[in-house]
């Protein structure tokens, strides 16, 4: 009993909290330092020219939103219809500064922090009644796993197209389930008219965040109407239909056909098959995490001890946990109808390997030709697995403990032990998976801390900023002639910008020069530039 007694007393909830906490906070460090040289590139010019133009040319914020929409109007009809992404898409930073492009990682990571933690405080504390330490401690196990071991790291935090796209609306959906829950305990109008807002923006963004937050507001009313008879929860019906009213917008627009091809689109004679192969894919994606992030899976695994050993200290269950069978079906399910959009997008589905290669800077092979699902896509599911994965351990503990507390607690210091000696087991597999990361392929060397860090202390951070600059004080030069730039460092790390090649007609080349209203743009030899044309810029020019 002394043993353990002093176990606790080393091993506590409160120095476990600060302990994980600090190490997270320190894990996001070269994150920031890397997102600190990230610039704008192809596609992010390609949307926001008209904006760019807008405000040097006006200085009016007016002037800038009437820009942003005529994008979305013709972008809806010649390439997408996600017209709450594409109007996000042409307000990136660099439109109004050409340093500014950093706050996509600051932003990102804020809002990523924040609104993960207010989830988790809100069911954790508010609902279950944790303990704060123990929240604390869980919290920083669930942002270690959901900021590091995303497939795309570049759509998380680095890619202003994929932060808008992907991050951004997985974000929005937490709050949607933060408001509903806020919402079916008070019913006030002001949290059902901000779900309104929220919802009609999913509308139009992408599909993943479409089907999961209308399965929360589903999934709530059914429960509300079933458990309580309580009919105010109907009024959620109505950001529901604002919601699908947006995306029906979005996919009755006539690009989506040209950028998905003809296999892109929704019909009933798809939809039974495509149930069947979201199952199938929800599977493979379960049995990926478990071969290619073993950490990951470690770091879930404390998190489920740290739950149980919370529910053990608690002296009074307040809740009563009901059908956990049920909860974790319907919580597969979710996770599983984050397989669907693709397989309606008319993209190649079974390329998850090449694609997370692509998403991570390596040369894909895709299978058949398949231009493959973005990266983000990884990524929303990935956040929907670990959110799934805490709400079931949470919900099966709490059951656990309210049917077998009693004697649970009966043998608690026996449990204790145990609990430690699974604690050192584990801390024990996380200190081998990082012995062996450098030499084998087993998920950590390719985590965001990891690949920021290699890039930081390679030097290859430096370069890339020091070219880019030089890039851009050229281009800011070169309003209505042709210019020769520098070709770029194409290895970029965690970062994505597509380079300048020799061809004026590449889609970078086209869309760069419309962005700072160049005749045309081309890249040539570094070397080779440096003869001709570095004498002009000494003052960029670093060796």
């Not at 808008?164 to 929005?172: E, M, T």
């Not at 199952?279 to 740290?306: C, N, Q, S, T, W």
Request: aromatic share 14%.
């Amino acid at each position: 009993m002394k043993v353990i007694d002093r176990l606790k007393y080393i091993i506590n909830t409160t120095t476990l909290a600060i302990t994980t906490s600090v190490v997270f906070l320190i894990s996001i460090i070269p994150i920031v330092m890397v997102g600190m040289v990230n610039r704008a590139t192809a596609d992010d010019f390609g949307y926001s020219w008209g904006t760019h133009h807008a405000w040097l040319e006006t200085g009016s914020l007016i002037e800038v939103i009437k820009a942003a929409g005529e994008m979305v109007r013709d972008t809806y009809h010649i390439y997408q219809g996600t017209w709450s992404s594409v109007f996000l898409f042409t307000l990136q930073p660099e439109v109004f500064s050409n340093k500014a492009y950093p706050l996509v990682t600051f932003a990102s990571l804020l809002l990523t922090i924040a609104l993960n933690s207010l989830l988790l405080h809100y069911l954790l504390v508010k609902i279950v009644k944790f303990p704060f330490p123990r929240f604390m401690f869980i919290n920083a196990l669930f942002l270690l796993i959901n900021i590091h071991f995303v497939d795309s790291y570049r759509s998380a935090f680095f890619w202003q197209i994929g932060v808008v796209h992907y991050q951004i609306p997985y974000l929005f959906c937490l709050m949607i389930i933060i408001l509903v829950l806020r919402y079916t305990k008070t019913y006030k109008k002001h949290t059902l008219a901000l779900i309104c807002v929220i919802a009609t923006f999913l509308g139009g963004s992408n599909y993943q965040a479409v089907l999961f937050s209308l399965s929360i507001m589903m999934i709530a009313i059914l429960v509300m109407q079933v458990a309580y008879r309580e009919k105010r929860v109907y009024w959620l019906l109505l950001p529901m239909i604002l919601e699908l009213s947006g995306l029906i917008i979005s996919m009755k627009s006539p690009g989506n056909s040209i950028r998905g091809g003809p296999d892109f689109g929704f019909t009933l004679e798809r939809f039974g098959e495509a149930i069947f192969i979201s199952l199938k894919l929800a599977f493979r994606d379960i049995g990926a995490y478990i071969i290619e992030k073993p950490l990951m899976i470690v770091l879930l695994l404390f998190m489920m001890i740290a739950i149980f050993f919370t529910f053990l200290k608690i002296t009074e269950q307040r809740l009563q946990y009901p059908l956990p069978g049920l909860v974790f079906i319907v919580t597969f399910l979710i996770f599983a109808a984050m397989q669907t959009p693709q397989i309606f997008a008319g993209v190649s589905i079974y390329a998850r390997t090449a694609v997370v290669h692509m998403s991570q800077g390596l040369t894909p092979e895709f299978p058949d030709g398949g231009l493959g699902t973005s990266g983000g896509v990884w990524n929303f599911s990935l956040y929907v697995f670990t959110l799934m994965v805490l709400v079931n351990g949470v919900y099966f503990i709490g059951w656990l403990f309210t049917k077998y507390g009693n004697k649970i607690k009966s043998i608690s210091s026996l449990l204790w032990l145990k609990g430690m000696i699974s604690f050192n087991v584990l801390v024990l597999a996380v200190t081998l998976m990082l012995l062996l990361s450098p030499t084998q392929e087993i998920g950590i060397n390719r985590t965001t801390f990891n690949v920021c860090y290699s890039y930081l202390v390679s030097g290859r951070a430096e370069t890339y900023k020091n070219h880019m600059r030089l890039q851009t004080a050229i281009l800011l030069n070169a309003q209505g002639i042709d210019v020769v730039v520098p070709e770029t460092d194409s290895w970029q790390g965690p970062l994505y910008n597509s380079v300048l090649t020799g061809d004026p007609n590449a889609f970078t080349n086209r869309v760069t020069s419309l962005y700072y209203k160049t005749e045309s743009i081309i890249a040539i030899n570094r070397f080779t530039w440096n003869e001709l044309y570095g004498h002009m810029w000494d003052e960029y020019i670093i060796e």
